[in-house]
Each structure stands twice: as structure tokens, then as C-alpha cells.
């Protein structure tokens, strides 16, 4: 089946760690993208990618870092450095024939002990 | 002032009722519109997108008005599986960056 995988589901890790979520699609997608969200709120871009070995800084780039080595994955690190990491992180692609229309992955809700 | 804007409810309704949900945006040089499903704890889905004729679904109509810079979303006949959260999601001409609005709760109620 086409989609978008994210992995893992729920991840937990210890304050001062960097932490690696995983972001798949063999939707033949140009776009990724990466959202947080937050209770209560709407999703706020942290990064985006529109080709291979590009991407740029979203609204909320701060504490993270991607890389899109490959057309099919975007990988997102929350480092350290990010200041309140606990969220539900989504990641999107668009592409295609609908090329306007975002498709979501499944989620990662990350919780920092 | 945000891109998006939506009323955050919540609407609670009765099986059966119609309701509608508003929404608007600040960037007169919008391109596309969409209206996103979202469950408790889930991905946000595609509902349907918005074109400027307007469009119904089903149930469902979405309606596009660009001098007042707003768009909505009608549901007929709710029913219980409608409870979601829906998102406004706005993509501006330039630019690849998508515009989510806070979404709108909706339950309803047998």
C-alpha cells in the first residue's frame, strides 16, 4: 500500500538526549514536511523539503534538525537543545497529481521523562 | 494576525442537525483551500478541498468566498462519527508553506 510511515508510535527519552523520528513515503512525493502539535493548538511547521538535499527552516525550526538524503525519507532529530520537546509530530508529503493536497503520516508522540 | 483563523468551538449537536463551521485567511493571494478531518490522538485526513464554484460531498459542502477572504464547511444530517476536530488548511500561491488554523471541535450528541 502507498503512505506515509512514521516510527516509532510513542517515544520516550530523558531530558539532554537527542532523539531521531523516522518519516517514510513511497508516494513518489516531492514534498516533505515536518509539523508539531501541540494540545489545543494547530500544527506549526518546524521544516520542509521540496527536493533532495534541500530543505528549509519552518516557523518552530529551533532544537531540531532533518536531512533528506533520500527522496523517500525525512528524518527529523530533536536535539537537546529543544526546550519543550513533549508533542504529537506529524509528518506530511505532497506531490503528484494532487500535487496541492498534504497527506499525513500516522504520528509520533514523543514525551520527554 | 494569524493566516488562518477558525472559531475553536466546541459545537455539540443533535444527530440529524446541520451545521457550519467558518473560516478565514489573511493572504488575499491564496491559491488553494482545504478542509481537514482530525480524531482524537490521529493524523489530520483529507476531507475535501475547496474550490472556488464550491463543492459538496455527500453530506458535505465546502464554499469558497474570496472578497470576504473565507471559507466554510456545511455538514447535513450529522451524524455521530462526524465528532472530529476539523482543520482550515490554506496554501498561498508562493511559497510551499501550508497555513493550518487551530480547527474547530465538533460533537455529536445521539
Known amino acids: 500500500d502507498g503512505g506515509i510511515t512514521q516510527s516509532p508510535k510513542y517515544l520516550f527519552r530523558k531530558e539532554g538526549q537527542n532523539v531521531t523520528l523516522s518519516c517514510e513515503q513511497n508516494l513518489n512525493h516531492d514534498a516533505m514536511y515536518w509539523y508539531r502539535q501541540d494540545p489545543g493548538q494547530g500544527l506549526r511547521l518546524i521544516y520542509y523539503s521540496q527536493i533532495v538535499n534541500d530543505f528549509q527552516k519552518g516557523d518552530i525550526a529551533e532544537g531540531y534538525s532533518v536531512s533528506r538524503e533520500k527522496k523517500e525519507s525525512f528524518p527529523l532529530t530533536v536535539t537537546s537543545a529543544q526546550k519543550n520537546p513533549t508533542a504529537f509530530y506529524l509528518c506530511?508529503?505532497?506531490?503528484?497529481?494532487?500535487?496541492?493536497?498534504?497527506?499525513f503520516g500516522p504520528g509520533t508522540r514523543l514525551t520527554v521523562l | 494576525r494569524k493566516e488562518v483563523e477558525q472559531d475553536p468551538g466546541p459545537f455539540n449537536v443533535p444527530e440529524g442537525a446541520t451545521v457550519a463551521f467558518n473560516c478565514t485567511y489573511s493572504?488575499?493571494?491564496?491559491?488553494?483551500f482545504f478542509w481537514y478531518r482530525q480524531d482524537c490522538r490521529k493524523e489530520p485526513k483529507l476531507l475535501m478541498s475547496?474550490?472556488?464554484s464550491g463543492n459538496e460531498d455527500g453530506r458535505f459542502t465546502a464554499q469558497l468566498n474570496r472578497a470576504s477572504q473565507y471559507i466554510s464547511l456545511l455538514i447535513r444530517d450529522s451524524k455521530l462519527s462526524d465528532s472530529a476536530t476539523y482543520l482550515c488548511v490554506v496554501l498561498p500561491r508562493t511559497g510551499n508553506q501550508f497555513y493550518f488554523g487551530t480547527g474547530t471541535s465538533l460533537t455529536v450528541i445521539p
Open positions: 506530511a508529503s505532497t506531490g503528484g497529481q494532487g500535487r496541492d493536497t498534504q497527506y
Open positions: 475547496v474550490y472556488s
Open positions: 493572504n488575499s493571494a491564496s491559491q488553494s
